[in-house]
C-alpha cells in the first residue's frame, strides 16, 4: 500500500460527522486498490458495505483481485430471492450490489437500513441529479442518518463537464466535503518521485510518408473546423485541432449541437462525423502498420464516399495517395525499376488508382490499355512501422545488458529475488499486441507479407462478389501467366522454401489450391497481370505467397510452437493468480515463446527463445522472452507480473502513473520503462494534452472547491430540493386555479406503481422528487399504472423506433388496451437533445411505410382509444403524471400486478373479454395464416373451439372465410406435416 | 351527386373554419374538398382531426376544450393535431394533453406544417390497411408461425412446439390432442398440459 493511500483514507475517514466524502483523485493513482485498502478497514461490527456495482468490470475485477488474499465480496443479484437478501443486508459483510435492486429493496423497505454502514459509489462522475444512484442516497438518508457515503472518481476531466457538475452531484449525494488528490499533490508527487523508475525517453521519427499523411490529416481536420465555424451553431473556443484529438471533443461538439441538432443542415452533421472520422484516422496512423491502415482506408472510402465532405478535399487525396504508397506501388517493367517516377508511369498510376478501390471497370481498361507498349509491374514497398525496429533493439540491447551483467558477476542471482526478468510491452489493443508478437517471433518483414496477403485475398473476396462476370474475360489472360511464362516456375520453387514452416502441408494443400489460385490470380491481383520482362520476377515471386494465405491461416493452428504457448498461457496465468484472471483476459497478455511466468523458470525459457530467433532467420541476436499487454483489457497486469523492464509502446498516462504506484509500492524492486514515441507525431501531442487537461481539470475543481457552497443540514438539503421543485410545479399550474387547488390535496397521498424493470431509467426518481410514493412491483401490462384506469407504457425516441419495428410495441399497446380504461403511450424526449421525431427534410414527399410517422398514425388507427403524451424531458413527464392522477383513485398495487397474469384455471383477471371469451384461443386463432381481422369473429361464430376448427373441411373454412384461398391456406398450415429433425 | 360522396369519399373532407390554415398547402397525397362539418377534418368513416397550434392554445386556452365538446360521441378516433410552433412548449402541451387525454382524444404532435400535412394525408390513406408493418417482421415459413401461434399460450416455448410437432405430426392433430396425449410429451408439465388443452378445447365464446 502506497502512503498517499493511507492519507487520503485516513482524511476521508474522519471526516466529521461519519466520514463522507468525495475523492477525486488523478487517473492511474489505483483507484482500485485504494477502495480494497479501504475495504481491509471495515469490520462486521459496524454494519454492512454496500458497494454499488461499477459500470466497468474492469475496475470490478481489479477491486477483486486485491481483494482476494482475505474473504471474497459476494453479490447481490435480482437473481436471489428476497429473504436470502434480507439476511445479506444484516449479515455485516461486504457486497457489490446493483442499483436497480438496491432501489427496488429500499422503497419496498426490505433492507434494515439501520444495520447498514455505509454505501461505496465507485464512479461518482458518472451521477446526475436524476440518476438512480442519487434516488437510493436519497431515500437512504431518510432512513438512516449515520450511515456514510464514500463516492470516488478517478476521471477528473468528466468531473469539470457541464455547470458545477461536482458540487451538484456532493449535493444530491448529500455529501459534504470534497477530496481532491492530484497526481501534482505534494503527497503524491513526494513518495512517487522519491524512487522514481529509471525511464528511457526513446523518439523514433515517423517514415517520410506518415509524416505527410498525418500533415494532410491535420489540414483536413482544420479544414472541416473552420467549415463547421462558419456554421455559427457552435461556440468556437473549444472547437481547436488539439481538442480534435480527443473522444470527448465529439462531446463538446454534441452537447452544443443537441438542442438543435433537427434544425442542422445534413452538411453539419457530416462534418461532425467527418471529424470524428479523421480522428480515428489519425490515431490508426501511429497504431497500425501501413497495410491495414490502407484496408481501413478503402473500407472507409467504399461505405461513406458520397456522402462525406472531407473526402473531396484536396488535402484528402493525399492521405489516400501516401497510405497507397506505403505499401505498394507500379513500375514499368522495363527495367527502370526503381527509378520510374517519370511521366508515362505517374500517368499509370492515375488510371491504376481507379483500380485499387472498387471500380472494376476502369481497371480493365486501365491495364489492357497499357499492356502493349509498357508492361507495369507491382512493387511492394509494405513499410514497416519504425517503432518495430526500435523495439526489435530495445529487446536486443535488454538481453545483451542481461548477459553482461552475468557473465561479469554473480550478483545476479541475489538480484532474482527482486529482478523478476520479466519484460513487459504494453500497447493500446489486442490486435497490436498480437501483431507486435508476431513481429518479434517472425520477424517485420513476414508480418507485413501476411497482412499484404490477407489484404489482396480480401479484396479477390470482394470482387468476385461484385463482379462474378468480370472474371471471365481475364481468364484466358490469366492462363497464360501461368502456362508457359518463365517467372513462374522459379517462383514456385521459392514458395515451399521462404515458408519453411508449413513445407509438408504446403505440399498437401497446394494441389487442391491450385484452382482457387487460379481464380485468385486472375481477378485478385489487380496490379500484377502480364508481367513478363524481367522487371516482374521480384513481384511475381511475392504474388506467389499471397496464394499460401490459406494455407497460412490453417497451419497457423497446427504451428507447434504457437500452439503450445498457448495451451501453457492458460496454464501459468492460472496457476499465478489464482483463477483471478478468466479465460478472457488470460488471453488478453500473449507470450512470445515463453511458457511461465515465475521466476525460477526463466532460464527455461530463455532456451526455448533463443533456437527460435535464430531458426526464424528474421535476426541474429537474441533477445528476451517479452510478455504483451493491452492497456484496454484493463488487468492488474503490474501486480500479476512485476516485470522488471517495461516497454511503453504506446504511451498512455494512465499506465504511466500505474507504473509509479507499482514502483512506489515496491522501492527496492528496479524498474526501467523505455518510453516509444513517435517524434513530432500527434501521439506525443496527445499525451502532453492528456496531462495538461487533467492538470486544468484539478484546478478548476479546486476553486469550484474554494468557492462551494454546501448546506450543513444534509437532510434540509434534500427536503428543500423538494419543495422548490413543488413549488415550481404548482406555480406552473397556477392558470387553472381550481385545478392546483384540487392538486395539492392529493399530492400527500399520490402514488405510482412502477414496473421493477423501470428503474433502469431516471422518471421513478423524478416522479419521487416530485413527493409522489414509487411503488415498485414486477408488472405485466404497461411500466407505470397511475390509477386503476391509467396505464402508461413509456418510450423513449429510441425505444420507440426500435419497438415499432420489432412489432414489441403493437402487442404491448394490445394488452394494455386489453386491461385499462385509458391506456397510454408515453413519448419520452431527452432533455437536451432537439424536442422533434425528425427533420423537415426527413419527411419526404409521399406517405412511405417506413416513416415513423405512418406507423405511429397506423397505430392510432388500429387503437382509436390509446391516448399519447409527448412529453418534452422527464420533469415535464412528472408534471404531466401528477396533472392526470389529479382526479382520479389511487392505483392498487396488489391488483396491478394480477393484470395480464392468468391464474391457476387460465382466468385472467380484469380481461374485458375474459368472462366472455376463450382469450387464448382467440389469440391462437388470429396468428394462424389465412385468418385476419375481417374473418376470425365468422370463424368463431361458425365453429365451437379450435379442435372442432381442426377437423373442418376446407369447403367449410371457405364458407366461413369467405374465400377459397384464405381456407386452403389455413387448411394447408393445419395438416402441414412437422418436419422431423431427421 | 353520387358520384360526388364517392369521390367524396377518398377524400379529406375539411371544415370551412380551416380556409386559410396554410397546412393545407401541405396535403397533397390525397385531395381534400370543403364541406359542412363539425371537426376540422374528417379522415375516414369513424375518424376526425381538430388542429390545434400551440400558439394560438396558448391565447385561448379553452378553445380546444370547447371544440372536443362539440365532436359529441360521433367518432372512433378522434385525433388532436398538434402544432408545436412555440419555443417553450412545457406548459402549453401539458394543458393539451390533460384536455385531450382526459375528453377521450388522441394527441398526436407535429413541428412543421409539413409534418401535420402528412399526419392528416397517411391516417387517411392507411384508413383501412392492416397493422402488419407494426406488427413486426414474422417470418413466413412454417416453423416460425407454428411458432408464432403455439407460443400465444401461455408458458408454451420454442422447445415445447418442437416436442409438440413431432409428438402429433401436425398442428391440426396438436388441436385435437387428448389431455393424456398432452401429458405423454415431455416437458410439458401438468399446468402447461391444462392450459393447452383449454385453448384447444374450450368454446371461443364461453356460455354466459
Known sequence: ?982 | SSSSSTQNRNAILVSHRQKGNPLLKHIRNVRWVFADIVCDYLLGQGSCALYLSLRYHLLHPDYLYYRIRELQKNFKLRVVLCHADVEDVVKPLLEVTKTALLHDCTLLCGWSLEECGRYLETIKVYENKSADIIQGQMDTDYLSRLNHALTTVRHVNKTDVVTLGTTFGSLSHIMDASMEDLARCPGIGERKVKRLHDTFHEPFKRAV
Request: proline share 5%; charged share 25%.
Open chain 1, 1 to 982: 500500500m502506497v502512503q498517499f493511500h493511507e492519507q487520503i483514507i485516513a482524511e476521508l475517514i474522519e471526516e466529521p460527522p461519519n466520514g463522507s466524502g468525495l475523492v477525486i483523485l488523478s487517473s492511474g493513482l489505483s483507484l482500485p486498490k485504494l477502495i480494497s485498502s479501504l475495504l481491509l478497514l471495515h469490520s462486521p461490527s459496524q454494519g454492512t458495505l454496500l458497494l454499488l456495482y461499477p459500470s466497468s468490470p474492469a475496475l470490478k475485477s481489479q477491486i477483486l483481485h486485491h481483494h482476494n488474499h482475505h474473504n471474497r465480496i459476494s453479490e447481490i443479484s435480482s437473481e436471489l430471492p428476497a429473504h436470502q437478501r434480507l439476511s445479506l443486508y444484516s449479515s455485516g459483510s461486504v457486497f457489490f450490489i446493483t442499483a436497480r435492486i438496491l432501489i427496488v429493496d429500499l422503497l419496498n423497505s426490505k433492507i434494515p437500513t439501520s444495520a447498514i454502514a455505509g454505501l461505496v459509489i465507485l464512479t461518482a462522475h458518472s451521477l446526475s441529479e436524476t440518476s438512480t444512484e442519487a434516488f437510493i442516497v436519497r431515500i437512504f438518508r431518510s432512513l438512516n442518518r449515520d450511515a456514510y457515503v464514500r463516492a470516488f472518481s478517478d476521471k477528473p476531466h468528466s468531473m469539470v463537464s457541464g455547470f458545477s457538475k461536482a458540487e451538484r452531484i456532493m449535493k444530491c449525494l448529500c455529501i459534504r466535503k470534497l477530496h481532491l488528490w492530484p497526481r501534482f499533490h505534494v503527497y503524491v508527487s513526494q513518495e512517487l518521485e522519491k524512487e522514481a523508475p529509471e525511464v528511457v525517453d526513446i523518439r523514433v521519427p515517423m517514415a517520410k510518408h506518415m509524416v505527410a499523411i498525418q500533415k494532410a490529416i491535420l489540414e483536413v481536420m482544420d479544414g472541416c473546423l473552420k467549415e463547421m465555424r462558419k456554421t455559427n451553431k457552435v461556440d468556437v473556443e473549444d472547437l481547436t485541432v488539439e481538442n480534435g484529438l480527443f473522444k470527448s471533443f465529439d462531446e463538446i461538439v454534441r452537447r452544443q449541437l443537441d438542442p438543435i441538432w433537427h434544425t442542422l443542415g445534413k452538411k453539419t452533421k457530416q462534418l461532425v462525423f467527418d471529424l470524428k472520422t479523421l480522428r480515428k484516422l489519425l490515431d490508426y496512423l501511429v497504431r497500425y502498420d501501413a497495410v491495414t491502415y490502407l484496408k481501413y482506408l478503402d473500407t472507409l472510402r467504399v461505405s461513406e464516399s458520397y456522402r462525406s465532405v472531407w473526402m473531396f478535399a484536396e488535402s484528402s487525396y493525399k492521405i489516400f495517395e501516401l497510405a497507397k504508397k506505403r505499401v505498394y506501388r507500379f513500375v514499368a517493367s522495363d527495367g527502370s525499376k526503381l527509378t520510374s517516377p517519370s511521366k508515362s508511369s505517374t500517368s499509370k498510376k492515375r488510371k491504376l488508382k481507379g483500380t485499387a478501390d472498387d471500380n472494376e471497370n476502369k481497371k480493365v481498361g486501365g491495364s489492357s490499355s497499357v499492356n502493349p507498349n509498357v508492361s507495369i509491374v507491382l512493387d511492394e514497398v509494405l513499410e514497416e512501422a519504425p517503432k518495430w525496429k526500435v523495439l526489435r533493439e530495445v529487446l536486443e540491447e535488454i538481453e545483451e545488458e542481461r548477459q553482461k551483467q552475468a557473465l561479469s558477476s554473480e550478483e545476479l542471482v541475489r538480484d532474482k529475488e527482486d529482478d523478476s526478468g520479466i519484460v513487459l510491452v504494453a500497447c493500446k489493443d489486442e490486435r497490436s499486441c498480437i501483431q507486435l508478437e508476431q513481429c518479434i517471433t517472425n520477424g517485420p518483414r513476414k508480418v507485413m507479407q501476411q497482412e499484404w496477403e490477407n489484404y489482396l485475398l480480401n479484396k479477390v473476396q470482394l470482387r468476385d462478389l461484385q463482379t462474378r462476370f468480370k472474371k471471365k474475360p481475364k481468364e484466358p489472360k490469366g492462363f497464360g501467366i501461368l502456362d508457359g511464362v518463365v517467372p513462374v516456375s522459379p517462383a514456385k520453387n521459392v514458395e515451399p522454401s521462404s515458408i519453411n514452416k508449413q513445407e509438408h502441408d504446403a505440399l498437401v494443400a497446394a494441389a487442391s489450391e491450385i484452382k482457387k489460385r487460379l481464380k485468385n490470380e486472375n481477378v485478385g491481383v489487380d496490379p500484377q497481370p502480364e508481367a513478363s520482362g524481367q522487371g516482374g520476377g521480384r513481384g511475381k515471386q511475392r504474388v506467389k505467397n499471397k496464394k499460401e494465405t490459406p494455407n497460412n491461416c490453417k497451419n497457423s493452428g497446427n504451428n507447434d510452437n504457437k500452439s503450445s504457448v498457448k495451451a501453457t498461457l492458460d496454464g501459468s496465468s492460472s496457476e499465478n493468480n489464482d483463477n483471478e484472471v478468466d479465460p478472457a483476459a488470460a488471453g488478453g497478455f500473449s507470450e512470445a515463446t515463453c511458457h511461465v511466468a515465475s521466476t525460477d523458470k526463466v532460464v527455461l525459457r530463455r532456451h526455448v527463445q533463443v533456437p527460435e530467433a535464430t531458426a526464424s532467420g528474421s535476426a541474429n541476436k537474441p533477445i528476451p522472452p517479452a510478455y504483451f499487454y493491452a492497456l484496454e483489457s484493463g488487468q492488474p497486469i503490474l501486480d500479476i507480473l512485476k516485470p522488471s523492464v517495461i516497454i511503453v509502446y504506446h504511451p498512455d498516462m494512465t499506465f504511466v502513473r500505474e507504473i509509479e504506484v507499482h514502483k512506489a509500492e515496491n522501492p527496492s524492486k528496479k524498474v526501467k520503462v523505455y518510453f516509444l514515441f513517435y517524434e513530432d507525431s500527434t501521439e506525443v501531442q496527445k499525451f502532453e494534452a492528456s496531462i495538461r487537461r487533467e492538470n486544468g481539470a484539478f484546478e478548476s475543481l479546486i476553486r469550484q472547491k474554494s468557492l462551494m457552497m454546501i448546506p450543513v443540514d444534509q437532510e434540509a438539503n434534500y427536503l428543500g430540493l423538494n419543495s422548490s421543485v413543488e413549488a415550481q410545479g404548482t406555480s406552473s399550474q397556477n392558470s387553472i386555479t381550481r385545478k392546483a387547488g384540487g392538486r395539492k390535496e392529493v399530492e400527500k397521498e399520490m402514488q405510482v406503481i412502477v414496473d421493477m424493470r423501470e428503474f433502469m431509467s431516471s422518471l421513478p426518481n423524478v416522479l419521487h422528487q416530485k413527493g409522489m410514493r414509487i411503488i415498485p412491483v414486477t408488472l405485466e401490462v404497461g411500466d407505470y399504472i397511475l390509477s386503476p384506469s391509467i396505464c402508461v407504457e413509456r418510450k423513449s425516441i429510441q425505444d420507440l423506433f426500435m419497438s415499432f419495428t420489432s412489432g414489441r410495441l403493437y402487442h404491448q399497446v394490445e394488452m394494455m388496451v386489453r386491461y385499462y380504461k385509458i391506456p397510454v403511450l408515453l413519448i419520452e424526449f431527452s432533455q437536451d437533445k432537439s424536442f422533434s421525431f425528425q427533420s423537415a427534410t426527413d419527411i419526404g414527399d409521399d406517405v412511405t411505410p417506413t416513416n415513423v410517422i405512418s406507423k405511429l398514425s397506423l397505430l392510432v388507427l388500429h387503437f382509436p382509444r390509446l391516448r399519447i403524451i409527448w412529453s418534452r424531458s422527464l420533469h415535464a413527464t412528472a408534471e404531466i403524471f401528477a396533472a392526470l392522477k389529479a382526479n382520479q383513485d389511487e392505483p392498487d398495487e396488489a391488483k396491478a400486478m394480477r393484470v395480464g397474469v392468468p391464474s391457476e384455471e387460465g382466468i385472467i383477471d380484469d380481461d374485458v373479454r375474459a368472462e366472455n371469451f376463450n382469450t387464448s384461443a382467440v389469440e391462437f386463432l388470429r396468428r394462424l395464416p389465412g385468418v385476419n381481422d375481417s374473418n376470425y369473429r365468422a370463424i368463431m361464430d361458425g365453429c365451437k373451439s379450435l379442435s372442432e376448427l381442426a377437423l373442418l373441411p376446407v369447403e367449410r373454412l371457405a364458407e366461413l372465410m369467405g374465400g377459397q384461398k384464405a381456407a386452403r391456406t389455413l387448411r394447408e398450415f393445419l395438416d402441414a406435416k412437422y418436419p422431423t429433425l431427421l
